[in-house]
């Protein structure tokens, strides 16, 4: 209660002096009604490693407009996704719970199109958002329930949701269709077989509609972008021309029967061939890149700076299909793993949030956070009350530069369905392992991460006091599941 009575202060202080002083937004006249409740923009790459970024490291791909939005704010570097891929890492971000109690915690596939869907037992991030009086739109990929269904983006609070429902389907990038709530949008031109409509562009034009449409109210847009996940595939346009003949490429050719489009038999799940597969991942992130700026470009044209929170991430660890090489460009910063990895290259991933105001520019925090902690935070922001079972812990504090009444976790824990069974624990320093969890009683591998970030050195037979702890940990950690059991793979969707 205490932040959020410094917060409400803090900003009730930051408006008078705003309107005081007579400010105006380049490109605007002077807002006369500025509300109490931030809008808040959450950005989400797909398979964006942390390396992937120019300003956390990365030489060979430029992204200048993530670049602006880490400098004008701050810099997590200690931020862990949901989970090692898709719909886990977005279930435990929407709900506020790891994956040992979030209600999705694998890819399971339900036919002909969608996921299993989020149950409506308990609030989402946008129910919270919508209750608290703000306009919701979720545009990207959804994957956690069909239309419809429980986990339909309607029924978990967005007043909007335009993109793929489903995330099999958002394995290709000029789909025959895509969703506007719970109307089919067909994509003339593409239908399988031509590359005429590329869905992402379209998506990010409805995005930017979206802040347009709601300028005068206090709104929550969520943005799951589909960039850079395979398959590796982007217009060949002036971001693609730029780093054509860059990079050493090898033609990606996929084999198998219907991967291509127009060919017999297709099969959306596959990915494409690509000749410049180097090439076109660079341009991919560029062109996520050029959203985020235009995201930002639009806000202030607007007016809306001052009073917006924008905030960037990604759901897990660089990917390795469609011909796609993070070891080349150093896609996850030199950590260990990859996408479907509990080491940090899978789960340690980029977070940047800008606050013009209330967040120090140019700033870093070390906290150790994760996707569930972002719920509790907005209901600090907007005075909401947190929902029951949540695992998360407000960095509001952090983000007002108080670090001395922020709280830790006194740990974060993964679990992961698939190849074996995967466990994974960060407590302070220490890194705790758990692969083949299927087979019985595995070994833990145990790392500290103060001195060993890319966790190379097993501490485990030197420490058998944390081990024991650890033990303990994967067992009450977690609740078993009705649909996700922990003793049998789930299937995998991507």
């Known amino acids: 209660m205490k932040n959020k009575f410094l917060y409400k202060t803090f900003l009730a202080v930051s408006v008078a002096i705003f309107l005081l002083s007579g400010c105006k937004t380049k490109g605007t006249e002077e807002k006369k009604n500025i509300s109490e409740k931030p809008n808040i923009i959450y950005i989400l790459a797909d398979d964006a490693g942390y390396g992937d970024i120019g300003a956390l490291g990365q030489e060979k791909i430029e992204t200048p407009n993530i670049d602006r939005l880490i400098s004008e704010g701050m810099l997590f570097t200690e931020h862990y996704s ?6 886990p890492s977005r279930s435990a971000l929407l709900t506020g719970q790891h994956t040992g109690h979030t209600a999705v915690r694998g890819n399971l596939e ?59 389907m958002a394995h290709r990038y000029y789909p025959n269709h895509i969703w506007h709530n719970d109307k089919k949008v067909i994509l003339e031109g593409n239908g399988w077989e031509n590359t005429e409509v590329y869905a992402q562009d379209l998506i990010q034009e409805k995005t930017l509609d979206f802040i347009d449409k709601n300028q005068e109210d206090p709104f929550f847009l969520f943005v799951p972008a589909v960039l850079p996940h395979a398959e590796l595939i982007v217009p060949e346009d002036s971001l693609f021309n730029k780093y054509l003949g860059e990079f050493p490429d090898k033609p990606f050719v996929n084999k198998r029967k219907g991967s291509d489009y127009g060919s017999e038999n297709f099969e959306i799940i596959l ?118 079972n949540t695992d998360g812990i407000s960095f509001l504090p952090t983000l007002l530069g108080n670090p001395g009444e922020q709280k830790e976790h006194d740990y974060l824990y993964w679990e992961f369905h698939e190849r074996g069974g995967r466990q994974a624990i960060r ?64 299937v995998a969707g991507d």
Request: aromatic share 12%; charged share 25%; net charge negative.
């Open 82 to 87: 949901g989970s090692t891929v898709c719909a």
């Open 110 to 168: 339900l036919q002909p199109e969608g996921q299993y869907p989020l149950p409506n037992d308990r609030k989402s991030i946008a129910q919270v958002l919508k209750d608290a009086g703000y306009k919701t739109g979720a545009f990207g990929k959804w994957g956690l329930g069909f239309i419809g269904t429980t986990g339909d983006p309607v029924n978990q609070g967005f007043d909007e949701f335009y993109g793929y429902n489903c995330q099999r």
């Open 271 to 388: 990915y494409t061939s690509q000749e410049y597969p180097l090439t076109t991942y660079a341009a991919m992130m560029s062109r996520l890149d050029v959203y985020v700026g235009q995201i930002m470009d639009k806000v202030e044209e607007l007016g809306l700076a001052e009073n917006t929170i924008i905030m960037f991430s990604s759901d897990n660890g660089p990917h390795q299909e469609g011909g796609n090489d993070p070891d080349f460009f150093n896609s996850n910063n030199g950590f260990r793993g990859y996408k479907r990895d509990l080491y940090d290259g899978g789960i340690h991933v980029p977070f940047a949030v800008s606050w013009p105001g209330v967040v120090k520019e140019g700033s870093r925090t070390d906290h150790i956070s994760a996707f569930w902690d972002v719920l509790p935070t907005f209901c600090d922001i907007v005075d909401s009350d947190i929902p029951e």
């Open 427 to 490: 407590m302070g320093k220490w890194k705790a392992v758990r692969y083949n969890v299927f087979k019985g009683n595995r070994p833990i591998e145990l790392y500290d991460l103060s001195v060993d970030p890319r966790e190379q050195n097993n501490l485990a037979g030197d420490h058998p006091e944390i081990i024991k702890k650890v033990k303990e940990i994967f067992e009450k950690a977690r609740t078993e599941s009705d649909i996700f059991k922990f003793q049998a793979k789930t």
